[in-house]
């Protein structure tokens, strides 16, 4: 049994690095098939070809002899309209064993520091039956409601989803522009999601709407995800991208902002599309295909705003729109400090805490420092001043 989790942790470090089993195979001068028994755990491993390997996979020693969380590997779906060749299965299969590798480091942090992640899932909806788009709008509604999050726009998207639903949430290359997301459930890990960190902003915030709403209706069917807006969309991806439309903007909060706006002005204008878009945190192209499924606008509206050669960017830098200033690093911000608790309490090495963060010793220090500053001076039995008179009076 040792053996073969040896051997599996050696077999993903060495996926994750990008060599085959041939390659790895010269490097401790053996033949490619006692390589693969060594990754069977089916052969010991000597301990001159463990230090050899674990210094080409970029790996300490002690990340392969140290206890660590097991977890079944991850079986993904190609879902989405977009048709997958074997190279596009390839290019994606190293994003996965990444998201594999940083969850079950996620799960490690928590077992060392005793913190576990708090699960506030909600039941899984059942839409069996239903109108896509009025299943859509229901569960999207009853989410918000259950989080209190009324009718406004969600600049922090990614915190709500973590801290008050708890999903592990990670921004990473997905290796080719058309993957948009991973999303998978596993009964060890929880809920979670990976987003193409190489997206712009208001696509990474759709993505992660759209696979909250895999989450919440099909919480068991793992995917890889690619948008394609020439090809029709199965009926689960179109239930996905229905609730992020509602989600990300729900009906009576838009109508109000698109009442003020025409009581105003009478009639919208592609302006008034970007300041809208900028406010809900959504492309020009979705608010604008929301107003239109409203029927707060004509029907085809995006469409003729694209035959004239609307620039929506710099429409955006006319206007001195900024993007949305929500957390897009590739580890949870709670991820983070449970590495620096765990190191600060010598529950992990210098080199270990720098392997968890996915960087050099010199920037984990920087990191810890930084992460510090925004813990220090704050316990549970620290009592605040909140009288700011006279600071104001100063």
């Known amino acids: 049994m040792i053996l073969r989790a040896l051997g599996k942790e050696l077999q993903q470090a060495r996926t994750k690095r990008g060599l085959t089993q041939e390659e790895a195979a010269r490097l401790i001068n053996v033949a490619r098939t006692t390589l693969t028994a060594i990754e069977k755990g089916e052969r010991r491993i000597k301990v001159e070809e463990l230090i050899t390997l674990?210094?080409?996979?970029?790996?300490?020693?002690?990340?392969?002899?140290?206890?660590?969380?097991?977890?079944?590997?991850?079986?993904?779906?190609?879902?989405?309209?977009?048709?997958?060749?074997?190279?596009?299965?390839?290019?994606?299969?190293?994003?996965?064993?990444?998201?594999?590798?940083?969850?079950?480091?996620?799960?490690?942090?928590?077992?060392?520091?005793?913190?576990?992640?708090?699960?506030?899932?909600?039941?899984?909806?059942?839409?069996?039956?239903?109108?896509?788009?009025?299943?859509?709008?229901?569960?999207?509604?009853?989410?918000?409601?259950?989080?209190?999050?009324?009718?406004?726009?969600?600049?922090?998207?990614?915190?709500?989803l973590e801290q008050d639903v708890g999903l592990r949430i990670f921004y990473i290359p997905l290796n080719h522009h058309k993957f948009s997301a991973i999303y998978l459930y596993d009964e060890q890990v929880g809920g979670c999601i990976a987003i193409n960190s190489q997206h712009p902003?208001?696509?990474?915030?759709?993505?992660?709407?759209?696979?909250?709403?895999?989450?919440?209706?099909?919480?068991?069917?793992?995917?890889?995800?690619?948008?394609?807006?020439y090809q029709r969309q199965p009926e689960q991806e179109r239930f996905a991208d229905a609730f992020a439309s509602y989600f990300l903007m729900?009906?009576?909060?838009?109508?109000?902002?698109?009442?003020?706006?025409?009581?105003?002005?009478?009639?919208?204008?592609?302006?008034?599309?970007?300041?809208?878009?900028?406010?809900?945190?959504?492309?020009?192209?979705?608010?604008?295909?929301?107003?239109?499924?409203?029927?707060?606008?004509?029907?085809?509206?995006?469409?003729?705003?694209?035959?004239?050669?609307?620039?929506?960017?710099?429409?955006?830098?006319q206007l001195g729109l900024n993007t949305i200033a929500e957390p897009r690093g590739q580890l949870p911000l709670r991820y983070q400090y449970l590495a620096v608790s765990a190191f600060d309490r010598d529950l992990l090495t210098e080199g270990q805490f720098a392997h968890f963060l996915g960087v050099d010793r010199v920037t984990a220090r920087t990191i810890a420092e930084a992460l510090r500053q925004h813990t220090t001076g704050i316990t549970d039995d620290t009592t605040i001043d909140l009288d700011m008179s006279q600071s104001i009076g100063a």
């Open 54 to 160: 674990a210094q080409a996979y970029g790996r300490q020693v002690s990340d392969f002899v140290r206890p660590r969380p097991q977890i079944d590997t991850f079986q993904v779906q190609f879902r989405g309209p977009v048709q997958y060749s074997s190279e596009d299965e390839g290019k994606i299969a190293t994003s996965i064993y990444q998201l594999e590798e940083l969850a079950r480091n996620y799960l490690e942090l928590e077992q060392i520091t005793n913190s576990p992640l708090a699960r506030k899932y909600p039941t899984e909806y059942d839409i069996r039956g239903l109108n896509t788009d009025d299943a859509a709008e229901s569960v999207a509604s009853a989410e918000r409601n259950r989080l209190g999050l009324g009718d406004g726009p969600l600049p922090i998207l990614r915190d709500i």
């Open 250 to 317: 729900p009906s009576s909060g838009l109508l109000r902002r698109y009442n003020d706006i025409v009581r105003l002005k009478k009639k919208i204008t592609p302006a008034d599309l970007c300041t809208l878009a900028n406010y809900y945190g959504v492309s020009v192209a979705a608010m604008t295909l929301r107003l239109e499924g409203m029927k707060l606008l004509p029907t085809g509206t995006w469409d003729r705003l694209c035959e004239r050669g609307f620039k929506v960017r710099e429409a955006q830098q």
């Open 201 to 229: 902003e208001e696509r990474y915030r759709w993505s992660l709407a759209h696979e909250y709403g895999h989450f919440l209706a099909h919480r068991y069917k793992a995917e890889v995800f690619a948008q394609d807006s």
